[in-house]
Each structure stands twice: as structure tokens, then as C-alpha cells.
């Protein structure tokens, strides 16, 4: 499978989603969804100041005839109303715009809206990279600064809901740090000890978990044979859990700068999947992280 399974796995969704996208008056943004529309993944409104979203519609040569446009000249105007969108049903999941992700997530984590869930929200990205054998999908690079124990666990369940809905059976789950034994004094690994007896014990289902393992030993089978380890996940992962945000960030800009690698991102957990976009992301990782949002939807 490649990300462009995911693309059309999207497309084919019928009624077509409709993305509330909170702040609108975003270049990067317009253009992303503009993409995406046209190419049949969604519908989509658009919050913000119709005056600017106009301008900028008409610099990058936009037809806003696509759109609804509900204009709020205040920000915080417009992520409420895109938020109480969703909330009402009238759109199916949000989009941040010219707003910052904790000003979009502090308005769609109110109760009254109905949207958060007991369960962690965190970034999960897939990543197609032309020297690993498969989609690999890697969490969190963005969000959970130092996850807890059960913000892992959570983790690892937000993953395995990916890899489901785009055909991945029975994911292999691999926890990652520095080392691939268990050390006391490296949270990371007895985390991962914790959490693949968890999933043997049935507590964590839908998928095999392992580790702690090296990064090396999580993607390469021939590292895993050197250090005489035995395992189904080893070397043929699906899922990796990174400690906590540098490795995950280092990992993804990493990938996409020196490895050549596609992406696409969703934030999980809450009731219904959050569209980010960065602007140091290409166009193609815009649409994909769109695409993969709106199958979770």
C-alpha cells in the first residue's frame, strides 16, 4: 500500500465530508483545501474574515464558488463557530487555519461541544519511505511533549484505529527508545516492557505489541537477528511509538527532508479527527494529511 491507496480510499467516501476550517484567511490553508476539494476528498466552509479569504482567493487564483463562507471578523469568532459546527453535525470535522493549534484544541476540548473523549489527543502521521518495505505510521512528532504511561497506551490504540481503516489487519506495534532491553533507570523502556505485557494479557487489542527495541531493531530485521532478538514485530513494523516529542519530531523532519519520504498526518482521540497542516509541508503532504482525516472521519 502507498499514500495515494489512502487518497483514493478517500475519495470514494459518499456523502462527502465537509471540513469547518477555523480562521480561514490562511494562504497555505485555502490552497491545501482548494486541492482537496477540487480533487474530490471533501467539501468544505470556510470561518474567518470573507473579505481577506477573497483576496487571497483572488492572488491564487481560487474559485470561492466551491465554498460556503461564513464571515467572523474576530478569530476567536471563527474557531467557535467552526467548532460548534461540528458539534451541531452541520460539518464533520474542523481545520485549523491562521490560528495556532492550542487556540483551535482549547475551544474543541469544552465540554459543551461535546467533541473530547476520555482518551489522549496526539498527532499520528503515516509515512511512506522508499527504503522501508511499507507504510510505516509513527506517533507522536508533534503534540505530547513527555506521554505518560497511559497517554502511550492511548497512543498505540489511536495507531492501531489507522491502521484498521486502511486495511492493516493486525498491525505490529513496536515501542521505541535508546536500547532494546528493559533498563530501570530509562522510563521509555519499561514503559514498553509494561505495554507489550498489557497487549499479551488482551488489555491492548487489535494488534501485536513489542519492546522496548532500538530504532534499529524496530525497522530492520537484519539489526534484530545481530542482537539475537526474537520477535514477530521486529524489523516489520507497522506502528512505531517514539519515547516522547523530540524523537518523534527529529524522526519526522528527518524522513521528509533527508529521506525523501511522504506523509500524511491526523490528530486522534477526540470524537472526531483534527486537520492540521504545516506550512513547511508540501503541497502533496497537505492533501494526503487532508485524506487521511477525512477516512477517520
Do not use: W
Not at 523502556?189 to 530504532?215: E, H, L, S, W, Y
Amino acid at each position: 500500500m502507498e499514500l495515494q491507496d489512502i487518497f483514493e480510499m478517500a475519495k470514494k467516501i459518499e456523502p462527502k465530508k465537509k471540513i469547518a476550517v477555523a480562521v480561514a484567511q490562511d494562504e497555505v490553508v485555502l490552497k491545501a483545501v482548494n486541492n482537496a476539494v477540487e480533487n474530490g476528498i471533501c467539501n468544505a466552509v470556510l470561518f474567518g474574515d470573507k473579505e481577506e479569504i477573497e483576496k487571497i482567493a483572488k492572488k491564487e487564483n481560487i474559485n470561492l464558488s466551491n465554498f460556503e463562507i461564513r464571515d467572523y471578523k474576530n478569530k476567536k469568532e471563527a474557531i467557535k463557530n467552526a467548532v460548534e459546527s461540528v458539534s451541531k453535525g452541520e460539518t464533520d470535522l474542523p481545520m485549523k487555519g491562521k490560528c495556532t493549534t492550542g487556540e483551535l484544541l482549547s475551544v474543541f476540548l469544552k465540554e459543551e461541544y461535546g467533541l473530547r473523549t476520555k482518551n489522549t489527543m496526539n498527532l499520528v502521521s503515516v509515512f511512506e519511505i522508499p527504503t522501508y518495505h511499507k507504510l510505516l505510521i509513527v506517533s507522536d512528532a508533534g503534540m505530547l511533549i513527555a506521554p505518560t504511561l497511559q497517554q502511550k497506551i492511548d497512543e498505540v490504540n489511536n495507531a492501531v484505529a489507522v491502521a484498521h481503516k486502511i486495511g492493516i489487519e493486525t498491525p505490529k506495534v513496536a515501542i521505541v527508545g535508546a536500547v532494546e532491553q528493559v533498563n530501570t533507570k530509562m522510563v521509555a523502556t519499561t514503559d514498553a516492557a509494561i505495554i507489550t505485557q498489557m497487549n499479551r494479557r488482551n488489555q491492548i487489542k487489535g494488534c501485536i505489541v513489542d519492546g522496548p527495541f532500538a530504532m534499529d531493531n524496530a525497522i530492520s530485521k537484519e539489526a534484530a537477528e545481530h542482537k539475537g532478538i526474537v520477535s514477530d514485530v521486529a524489523g516489520d513494523a507497522d506502528i512505531i511509538i517514539m519515547p516522547q516529542i523530540e524523537a518523534g519530531n527529529i524522526f519526522y523532519k528527518s524522513m521528509v527532508f533527508l529521506g525523501n519520504s511522504k506523509v500524511a498526518s491526523t490528530i486522534l482521540g477526540g470524537k472526531k479527527p483534527v486537520v492540521l497542516t504545516s506550512r513547511a509541508d508540501s503541497d502533496e503532504a497537505k492533501l494526503n494529511s487532508i485524506a487521511i482525516s477525512v477516512l477517520m472521519a
